[in-house]
């Protein structure tokens, strides 16, 4: 037993020193910052005179007021707790706000010293697109541009490092799986695939009392130690840093009982649950209220700010749409009522967030009484000849950007669908009405994919559960982009 308390102390004083490290070289990365900030001031002309000791530039940087916000900022945000298992871009990204933070503390600070930039008449500005700034604001503007980018390059370079040495072997947390089944398993090969991370497995436990004299002695290289009646004699003689539960469904109940004799253990404990992917191919996420743990494994990921920058993005790109393509859309509307009879625009139920029906707006682009019903075929009967053109450069579709000014969709989603055939798609495919955790699209991941028309349902509900998994505002704005080479022509269009 003392072996694996010493190993945890051990494990801690390392992790404080490198805590204490990487602190160091934030304080210098902001204080470079600040300086560099200082400098552009100067060298652009916007006073005041080059300082001629150190001191004088290290009172015109801030660097003593940004440096202790910005690392008090970090710390709040989590950046110097232990991030093994989280992605470069996560720390990248909480990185870029404590930059921000840091900011934007700097400047309710000064204004509360009485410091607060202003500009004075006659004193040297600069402007840019109308845009006018004096010397203090243009060194806060420099400061929010430089140091989020020199933070994050910093951060990665450590997480670069680090990768590498783990890769040698170095740095490494030693873990044991309790559960020799199928979840087991996956969570070694999923450590095993994300070496970067630096977590090794030593070895399984059983997930029954006794490991049967006739079962694997090993699994995926590692040998397996013991059952659960022999836990505390492995843990004593074979200290590990961490333990991952990975029970399955029919051994949950003895998950109690194995938490309360972890407890004499100072080893971190992660529990996997034994859920099947199927059930959850939106992003599963852990929260708390007054104390009790909640497993979220399937809600929609746009929601709260996310949700508000979305939709002021489909407002500011569906009215430049409308400026764009208005012209165009007018004549379009005099060709159809001059060429059929007929209304011009087209309505259909549709499906979009939460099972909600709207009326979808289209150019009409079918002969009146036409049956729509069944989806077009090559050469369609019931396609006039205009509407054929229409339907291959999808500019039929056009009015659409209405139902986004309206809120029924957005710009990038999930095509919707008609409510009698989600009826039938939501029983012979299995997630399929998963689509509707995000409101239906004028252009989507499955579309620029060439997933659109007589092509496989399967397909297209891979790439729509991808998207609405993987959904950032940069994501968005690449499928827009690509609409633009990929969304207006396609053989499947018909």
Request: hydrophobic share 45%; with cysteine; charged share 20%.
């Amino acid at each position: 037993m003392l072996g694996l308390v010493r190993r945890p102390q051990l494990l801690k004083q390392r992790h404080q020193t490198f805590v204490l490290l990487l602190a160091c070289c934030d304080a210098v990365v902001v204080a470079v910052a600040c300086f560099a900030a200082a400098w552009w001031r100067v060298h652009a002309g916007l006073g005041p005179t080059p300082p001629q000791a150190w001191t004088g530039w290290l009172v015109l940087s801030l660097a003593l007021f940004a440096v202790p916000m910005g690392l008090l900022a970090m710390r709040l945000l989590g950046l110097y707790k232990p991030m093994r298992d989280r992605r470069m871009l996560a720390e990248a990204k909480r990185a870029a706000q404590a930059a921000l933070v840091t900011v934007i503390a700097l400047i309710v600070v000064l204004w509360a010293v009485g410091a607060a930039p202003s500009t004075q008449a006659g004193s040297a500005t600069f402007a840019l697109h109308g845009l006018t700034l004096d010397g203090p604001r243009f060194q806060l503007a420099a400061l929010a541009l430089l140091l989020p980018a020199m933070l994050i390059v910093e951060r990665s370079a450590f997480r670069i490092v680090l990768r590498e040495l783990r890769k040698r072997g170095k740095n490494l947390r030693h873990v044991v799986v309790i559960g020799t089944g199928r979840l087991g398993r996956i969570a070694c090969r999923t450590l095993d695939r994300n070496g970067w991370t630096g977590i090794h497995v030593a070895y399984f436990i059983d997930h029954a009392e006794q490991r049967a004299s006739t079962s694997t002695p090993t699994i995926l290289g590692r040998s397996v130690k013991g059952g659960l009646a022999d836990l505390e004699l492995l843990l004593e003689h074979e200290p590990v840093d961490a333990v991952y539960l990975a029970l399955p469904n029919g051994r949950a109940a003895r998950m109690p009982d194995l938490l309360r004799r972890l407890e004499r253990f100072p080893v971190d404990v992660r529990i996997i649950p034994d859920v099947s992917p199927w059930h959850t191919p939106l992003a599963m996420s852990v929260s708390e209220l007054e104390g009790m743990p909640i497993l979220s494994v399937r809600e929609s990921p746009i929601n709260g700010p996310a949700a508000v920058v979305k939709r002021a993005v489909d407002i500011a790109g569906a009215l430049l749409g409308l400026a764009i393509f208005g012209v165009p859309m007018l004549a379009i509307a005099s060709v159809i009522k001059a060429t059929s009879p007929g209304p011009v625009v087209f309505r259909q139920r549709r499906v979009s967030l939460g099972g909600e029906e709207f009326q979808i707006l289209k150019f009409r682009t079918m002969r009146p009484r036409s049956s729509t019903s069944a989806w077009t075929q090559p050469n369609d009967p019931r396609v006039t000849p205009f509407g054929k053109w229409l339907r291959k450069t999808s500019l039929d579709e056009l009015p659409q950007l209405f139902n986004v000014l309206m809120g029924d969709m957005s710009l990038v989603g999930p095509r919707p669908e008609r409510p009698e055939l989600i009826d039938t798609f939501r029983e012979d495919w299995r997630g399929y009405i998963l689509r509707q955790h995000v409101k239906a699209g004028m252009t989507g991941w499955a579309q620029v994919n060439g997933h659109r028309g007589n092509t496989s349902l399967r397909k297209r509900l891979q790439h729509d559960l991808f998207y609405i998994k993987h959904w950032s505002l940069g994501f968005d704005l690449k499928i827009l982009w690509l609409t633009l080479f990929r969304g207006f022509f396609h053989r499947n269009a018909y």
